[in-house]
């Protein structure tokens, strides 16, 4: 937050988006017991962070903060 700070540069954020969840139904015996099934759950959570007042000198500091490989960081200019 340092870096942040000295350089004036404002931070919106975390908002927490919805989260997506999807739902993987499979058979248990693909025989004769074609009641027995197992569900399995993937919850995707969101989080926006806007990052404002930033230089094109300045995206450098977004490649030294560390990311885990999880994540997906996308970086958009609006004029």
Known sequence: MNYISKNNIKVNGP???PTKK???TILRS???HKKSREQFKLYTNN???VVYNVNNVKYNFLKKIYIPSCVKL???KIC
Do not use: D, F, G, S
């Open 74 to 76: 996308e970086i958009t």
């Open 22 to 24: 999807k739902i993987y």
């Open 47 to 49: 989080i926006l962070l």
């Open 30 to 32: 693909p025989h004769v």
């Open 15 to 17: 908002i927490h988006l």
